[in-house]
């Protein structure tokens, strides 16, 4: 897998807002675990083998950055950073048995995270929010990583990919999400409607799921 990092020049960012509201239009499952701040992700959409793999996530995001974010990130020096990111994003892929042609660290508005490109199998990622000390922009910075990393993974599954034990409607669900793409509906449009379609969903829940065990 070729990694691509730069725009790494940043000081110390200042806090970061990163209230996200995250309403629906219609009632999530009863069973739904809400997070830190009142978003709901419900385990239902992940499969067992989904939940085993988060779990081997959280521990692959310790190994890479610590097995205490406020105690081990504040330490780690811009480079250190950078290469923790390459490093965490090598391993999951191949604990994901996926590949990315490249990974884009750019700084962008705070309230980018980053994103995936089905086009050119790219993640650019928001790099305000690894050069912070401020720990819950750290938490989102990788929760990002394993977001878009899903998205990564959910296209090579509608591609073949069969070491993901995916249920053939689980499946059929997302190549509805984006098949044709137009089918998808990006945030900037409808960002209530974003959030429920089936490949969000499923990212959402995945990445709240792998980063519970990160402290």
Not at 127 to 139: G, H, P
Request: hydrophobic letters at 40%; one cysteine or more.
């Amino acid at each position: 897998m070729s990694v691509i990092l730069f725009y790494l020049a940043l000081a110390a960012a200042t806090a970061i807002s990163l209230g996200v509201e995250w309403l629906m239009n219609r009632p999530m499952e009863p069973d739904g675990e809400p997070d830190s701040s009142g978003h709901i992700y419900d385990p239902k959409v992940l499969s067992e083998q989904d939940h085993q793999i988060a779990q081997q996530t959280a521990e692959t995001i310790r190994q890479c950055f610590g097995a205490n974010l406020s105690e081990s990130v504040p330490k780690m020096s811009a480079t250190q950073r950078a290469d923790a990111t390459k490093q965490l994003i090598e391993e999951l892929c191949g604990l994901y048995h996926i590949s990315i042609t490249s990974v884009n660290l750019v700084e962008m508005t705070q309230n980018e995270c980053g994103s995936y490109s089905t086009k050119t199998g790219s993640i650019t990622l928001n790099s305000i929010y690894l050069m912070t000390n401020d720990i819950a922009a750290i938490r989102e910075f990788l929760n990002t990583i394993v977001h878009e990393l899903r998205h990564a993974v959910q296209l090579s599954i509608l591609q073949g990919n069969d070491f993901w034990q995916t249920s053939p409607e689980t499946a059929q669900s997302w190549h509805n999400n984006l098949v044709p793409f137009s089918h998808y509906i990006q945030a900037s449009r409808n960002f209530k409607r974003y959030a429920w379609q089936p490949v969000e969903r499923d990212a959402a829940a995945f990445a709240y799921h792998s980063l519970k065990g990160v402290q």
